[in-house]
């Protein structure tokens, strides 16, 4: 009787887990966009057959990613070369690159620094701008600065991605603390960021977990 109760309440905690799992994975879906949610979807699995099971061919998938993670934080791994140039065309052509990262569409120096037009959209369609500047060496020329600036992509505070990710980020630690770096800081260094996801001890079977890695690290 013991044992059949313990199996009930192990069934009963499964099956909440699973159940809070799809939700999280329909409301991230439907703020990202069924074509973005798709293009996401294939870059994980081709990650995972490129990268993961030839790294970890021993492992489990979920153990994998853990100790992908682990190697970033430690500074032992180096992969970003072996993402396939087909994987790097398939996300520079699509939508998600622009609701990950965007780019300015208008550059120029003002004084001692150098500046950036980004335009967006509010939710009731209306257009707004962010100007962003940092100091440059005006020494260097000043073409080459303007054309580097224009392909230098930025955090896309207000796209679909982190509205999908701010959107679930109360369902764990993992998800807050992955939101919070990236509103307070967007890009940090791989190790560091590596360090701050296993922190927060994720579920390394949830494919938003899985996705979430696969973007901050491969592309």
Known sequence: ???????????????CSVKKTEYQITVFDKVLGAE??????????????????????????EKAYKQFLIDV???????????????????NDSKLKLEIYEY???VWIEGNDIKSRFTFKNDDGTTDYRIGFH???????????????????RMNYVGEYMQAINKIKDENDF???????KETAGFIHPEIMAGIILKSKPDFSSPITKGLIVMEFGY
């Open 135 to 153: 100091s440059v060496n005006l020494k260097k020329n000043i073409d080459s600065l303007i054309k580097a600036e224009y392909k230098t992509p």
């Open 36 to 61: 973005n949610s798709k293009t996401l979807n294939s870059l994980v699995s081709d990650f995972e057959k490129d990268i993961i099971k030839k790294i970890y061919p021993n492992l489990k998938t």
């Open 1 to 15: 009787m013991k044992i059949l109760k313990t199996f009930i309440v192990l069934f009963i905690i499964v099956s």
């Open 104 to 106: 300015p569409d208008s």
């Open 175 to 181: 998800l807050k603390a992955f939101y919070d770096v």
């Open 73 to 91: 934080n430690e500074n032992k791994l180096t992969f970003r070369n072996k993402i396939s140039s087909e994987n790097r065309k398939k996300f």
